[in-house]
């Protein structure tokens, strides 16, 4: 008997500055997922935040050229609604509607990996990839996880929050507290987006305008010179930490240009050429980072290892990029784990969690019907 294939919908673009990287991966995750086993259903969020059905065959023609949406197979926006079990919904013929068993994603930053998308597919009730609300929610808020980690022992690199609107700190009140250079960077995006480094003053000014212009909170944050490794983590309540990567970078730093624009603009060393102590010490620290932070599913956390052997940690991605040059799945192939496995095992996580989430509600609805009765 022929098992059936399960409906997993790939859930890509949406309204932040990184839809043109969340398209990439969808097309990526769409080429590599096994079609033996999985029926892959395509919602595109428009830079508006409508949600469309994709035809699988237009995505994949398009290639490295998926720079925008094209048309969709839906007459109109879809929705998926507060325990639909995973209906997608056509809103303007509502009776075509579209049944998924797990959802996949793969939009970065605001409105993907903060938490919001999250907690809608948990009203949904439907499984999904990656972490959950609080996890989501803490790896995006660069300033929460940074104080969390603090508090569990692990070093980061020291910082100022500011709010919009609050007295701005000096640069020379600035370089005394962090040195020079420093970064200026958003609270709450993903991808270097709208980080600035600062070698002098007369570029502060400028570079907390462009922090401000995508957050109203933002970090001002000590320079750490060392080498950035990047580490993959996997799993739920027994995470696992890939092998080591390492950036490095031909830009004055590993910029959103340097990431995705610019071909040139960084190389990946896999395997990051560290000494094997410090190695698996930045790989049960990536552990840690992601149990600290609350994540599950996956993460990739990102490092600075400096010449005599400290590690910080800079920050996490909690849905790390699936494009043709993203570290996360580089990683995890060094490892062993090719891409389609890759994504069976996010899948396979995805319905373990679910699953683990939905135990106590089981638990308390068998308790109260067994003393109704």
Avoid at 13 to 20: F, I, Q, T
Avoid at 149 to 167: H, K, S, T
Avoid at 234 to 249: D, K, M, Q, T, Y
Wanted: proline content about 4%; some cysteine; charged content about 20%.
């Amino acid at each position: 008997m022929t098992k059936k294939k399960r409906n997993v919908a790939l859930v890509f673009g949406g309204k932040s500055p990184e839809h043109e990287i969340s398209l990439r991966s969808a097309r990526n995750v769409l080429a590599a997922i096994d079609k033996t086993r999985y029926n892959p259903i395509l919602i595109g969020i428009s830079p508006s935040g409508h949600w469309h059905l994709y035809d699988s065959r237009k995505i994949i023609a398009l290639g490295d050229k998926l720079n925008t949406l094209c048309p969709s197979l839906s007459k109109g926006p879809v929705a998926l609604s507060a325990q639909s079990e995973g209906k997608i919904i056509d809103l303007k013929h509502p009776a075509l509607a579209s049944k998924v068993d797990v959802i996949f994603p793969l939009v970065h930053g605001i409105g993907g990996e903060d938490g919001s998308m999250q907690g809608l597919l948990q009203m949904a009730e439907v499984p999904y990839v990656g972490s959950d609300v609080l996890g989501s929610a803490i790896g995006m808020d660069k300033y929460t996880s940074k104080r969390l980690l603090r508090e569990a022992g692990i070093r980061v690199a020291d910082f100022i929050m500011m709010e919009n609107g609050e007295a701005t700190p000096s640069f020379d009140q600035v370089v005394a507290k962090l040195g020079v250079p420093f970064f200026v960077k958003p609270n709450s995006q993903g991808s270097s987006v709208g980080v600035s480094k600062v070698t002098a003053e007369h570029e502060y000014d400028k570079a907390l305008a462009m922090a401000f212009n995508y957050d109203n909170r933002i970090l001002i944050e000590q320079y750490i010179a060392g080498a950035e490794i990047e580490c993959g983590v996997l799993g739920n309540r027994r995470p696992i930490a890939s092998v080591l990567g390492e950036v490095i970078c031909q830009q004055a730093f590993y910029s959103y240009n340097a990431k995705y624009i610019d071909e040139d603009g960084a190389t990946v060393q896999i395997p990051a050429k560290l000494p094997f102590k410090t190695g698996s010490k930045v790989q049960s620290l990536a552990v840690k980072v992601f149990q600290t932070l609350c994540c599950t599913g996956l993460a990739r956390v990102d490092f600075f290892v400096t010449q005599d052997q400290r590690i910080y940690v800079n920050e996490i991605n909690t849905m790390p990029g699936f494009t043709n040059i993203s570290m996360f799945a580089m990683l995890w192939q060094a490892s062993g784990i090719c891409y389609s496995a890759l994504i069976n095992r996010l899948i396979a996580l995805a319905l373990e969690q679910f699953d683990y989430n939905r135990r106590p509600a089981t638990r308390y609805l068998a308790q109260k019907t067994a003393l109704s009765a």
